[in-house]
């Protein structure tokens, strides 16, 4: 029996009991990056804080199938179908190919997914990939008269709803109104200002760099439409639960929701969960203000990209979290002071299994508690005070890590060898570190590579940080 598990459904506007619809099973989809360009730090909150959602439901007892697309083509720079189409942008600043660029951009994403302790979905799909899936549900809400062709385009109809608004009207009329500004120019093939494209012809854009033939003309499909389909393809025709950021609530789930559930006749996705945003002192991240700030950036910086889930675990996924380096350095001394205090525990004696269950369904009851993560991390210091020997200490971190991912076991263990490393093997690492300083100072950058591969051949890494390089036995 699954531990009781709830969080807040965007759609009731309240957090509720979750309850899937087949046993012990979660159907998820997650809506993944438009890969014309890097992730920022705040898109990777959101992120790490679906991770936890997935295995906080693993750990309550729930088997998880996540799956999540990657936008490679039809998303424009407004999300109500305005603009350039992001993909084709990002080739012509960096003179590549539309794909070029999509495959450098998804590799980028993952190297910084993977480097905050997040586990990959069961399924990773890129919409290029499914095109005939589109075409198949155009051509049926067409048939079903949801749709209509003008202009050489196809629409959704949203006045054949009953209500288009479905997560709170006020919100998405308020975010409907900022969206359309002055400097945006308006479809006039629209019927209804709400309208949105399910395909593109070369009416919209002549130079398109991915087309394909539909019975409409040559084209390419809508941005909102992928995300139905793709999920239909893997998941069938119903979802447990549905993640995104705040940012895609309208108008992209809810254009999801009123093409699926048009298309199918029926309730699609009964739960919506979202992360809010991350902010800087200048306000909410975004890839246009100029630099982005990445995950790889602050690991060149000397950052443990950890150190950073760490920091995000902090706040409650529902909040605006605000960053700032002064934060963030305050996270490593957090996390240091963390991985010594495991570095100091030993192996021996048995585990309480008692005491265990004990913390374990405190950890339980935080995590399941609309993912109170800051309040896991608490009950994970009270384990670490508790009147228990150290036996089962380092049991509920291994078990408690399988939530929170912060390799607080390995990262211990590294520190404790560095702490008992033979002399003489010190003696020639803490050289090869000083030749490679040399090498690196004459812009040798060949050697200081060689002096690496060399450390790495006896079992050493180094890494550049803030406070200097730093190694460890591996």
Not at 166 to 181: C, I, M, N, T
Not at 308 to 326: G, T, V
Not at 390 to 396: V, Y
Not at 411 to 421: E, P, T
Request: hydrophobic share 35%.
């Amino acid at each position: 029996m699954a531990h009781e598990f709830s969080f807040y459904n965007t759609l009731d506007r309240r957090v509720e009991e979750f309850t899937p619809r087949e046993e012990g099973k979660v159907s998820m989809y997650t809506c993944g990056p438009t890969v014309y360009h890097y992730a920022h730090i705040g898109n990777i909150r959101t992120y790490i804080m679906q991770d936890v959602l997935i295995k906080a439901l693993a750990y309550a007892g729930y088997d998880v199938k996540r799956v999540m697309n990657i936008t490679d083509v039809g998303h424009l720079s407004s999300d109500a179908d305005t603009g350039e189409d992001k993909m084709l942008a990002g080739a012509k600043r960096e003179h590549k190919t539309v794909m070029e660029i999509a495959k450098y951009y998804t590799d980028a994403f993952f190297a910084d997914f993977d480097a905050v302790g997040n586990k990959r979905p069961d399924v990773i799909e890129p919409a290029t990939n499914c095109i005939p899936e589109f075409i198949n549900m155009v051509d049926t809400l067409l048939k079903k008269g949801y749709a209509y062709v003008a202009g050489g385009n196809v629409y959704f109809d949203t006045s054949k709803l009953k209500d288009y608004y479905v997560f709170s009207s006020e919100v998405e009329k308020e975010a409907l109104q900022v969206g359309v500004r002055d400097d945006v120019q308006e479809d006039a093939n629209k019927k209804n200002k709400t309208d949105f494209v399910l395909w593109f012809t070369k009416s919209k854009f002549e130079d398109q760099a991915l087309k394909w033939d539909s019975p409409w003309g040559v084209g390419y499909p809508g941005w909102h439409i992928e995300c139905s389909c793709i999920s239909m393809k893997h998941l069938g025709e119903y979802i447990d639960i549905h993640c995104g950021g705040v940012d895609n609530i309208f108008p992209h789930h809810t254009n999801e929701i009123a093409q699926s559930e048009s298309y199918l006749g029926h309730e699609w996705c009964k739960y919506w969960f979202h992360s809010n945003h991350l902010n800087d002192k200048s306000g909410k991240m975004s890839k246009s203000k100029g630099a982005i700030l990445t995950v790889s950036l602050l690991k060149e910086k000397g950052y443990d990209p950890l150190v950073y889930r760490f920091f995000c675990l902090q706040s409650h996924y529902r909040k605006p979290l605000e960053f700032s380096y002064e934060a963030l350095d305050q996270a490593v001394a957090a996390y240091n002071k963390l991985v010594k205090r495991v570095s100091e525990l030993k192996e021996d004696g048995a585990v309480d299994e008692k005491v265990k269950r004990e913390f374990e369904e405190k950890f339980a009851d935080a995590v399941c508690g609309d993912l109170n993560t800051s309040m896991a991390t608490t009950v994970l210091y009270d384990a670490l005070k508790a009147d228990t020997n150290d036996a089962t200490k380092l049991a509920l971190v291994e078990s408690f890590d399988k939530v929170l991912s912060l390799d607080l076991i390995g990262h211990a263990k590294a520190l404790s060898q560095g702490a008992d490393v033979d002399p003489e093997l010190e003696k020639f690492i803490l050289d090869a570190i000083e030749r490679r300083a040399q090498a690196k100072k004459n812009k040798d950058f060949a050697t200081a590579d060689a002096i690496r591969a060399e450390l790495l051949e006896k079992g050493v890494e180094i890494k550049d940080t803030r406070e200097g390089v730093k190694w460890q036995l591996i």
